[in-house]
T-cell receptor
Framework: GQQLNQSPQSMFIQEGEDVSMNCTSS?????WLWYKQDPGEGPVLLIA?????ELTSNGRLTAQFGITRKDSFLNISASIPSDVGIYFC??????????FGKGTKLSVKP | DVKVTQSSRYLVKRTGEKVFLECVQD?????MFWYRQDPGLGLRLIYF???????EKGDIPEGYSVSREKKERFSLILESASTNQTSMYLC?????????????FGAGTRLSVL
């Protein structure tokens, strides 16, 4: 079945640093979504991307829908302690289901 | 705001018990989903439903069943709980076709089977 490779699996960074994570697939997707999950909570949508090449920002977060439709990246600028959590990418096809990456666990040292 | 409510945040059950996990959404969404989340394995789809009384198997349906008698409610049933079903369970909902795939999640139910 379809799979997403999300990397890195985990990151341990200093407050103020920029963060970059990405997802790649051998399959084409119509939608790329990025979610964040705080400890003990459900994932919350951060950014949704619908067109190849699209670049979208949400505050300090920027995400891009790869031109081949097989990849996406998420950048976080000037990280702060509340950025801690697990970040998931998800690719969506025409049927309504989402395929999720395994997540990037972000730890931020003050 | 979309609200997806899972009936319990924490549950402790014994092996062999029948377990019901309930999920309710308030946005009139057609689609509802049940996932389990385990460390290192990400989110794995158990079952989903595109309409009332409809259900489709996901990637790991074994040991689970579901019920969708009303549009807003989607229940996950563990017929005979086993220790390997100890996990975090997440419910999600989304609009139907044309809804741009966005799934909205509940806060999760952490189930421990002893």
């Amino acid at each position: 079945g379809q799979q997403l490779n999300q990397s890195p699996q985990s990151m341990f960074i200093q407050e103020g640093e920029d963060v970059s994570m990405n997802c790649t697939s051998s399959s084409i997707f119509n939608t790329w979504l990025w979610y964040k999950q705080d400890p003990g909570e459900g994932p919350v949508l951060l950014i949704a991307l619908y067109k190849a090449g699209e670049l979208t920002s949400n505050g300090r977060l920027t995400a891009q829908f790869g031109i081949t439709r097989k990849d996406s990246f998420l950048n976080i600028s000037a990280s702060i302690p509340s950025d801690v959590g697990i970040y998931f990418c998800a690719g969506g096809g025409s049927q309504g289901n989402l395929i999720f990456g395994k997540g990037t666990k972000l730890s931020v040292k003050p | 705001d979309v609200k997806v409510t899972q009936s319990s945040r924490y549950l402790v059950k014994r092996t062999g018990e029948k377990v019901f996990l309930e999920c309710v959404q308030d946005m009139d969404h057609e689609n509802m989903f049940w996932y389990r989340q385990d460390p290192g394995l990400g989110l794995r789809l158990i079952y989903f439903s595109y309409d009332v009384k409809m259900k489709e198997k996901g990637d790991i349906p074994e040991g689970y069943s579901v019920s969708r008698e009303k549009k807003e409610r989607f229940s996950l049933i563990l017929e005979s709980a086993s220790t390997n079903q100890t996990s975090m369970y997440l419910c999600a909902s989304s609009q139907g076709m044309g809804g741009k795939n966005i799934q909205y999640f509940g806060a999760g139910t952490r189930l421990s089977v002893l």
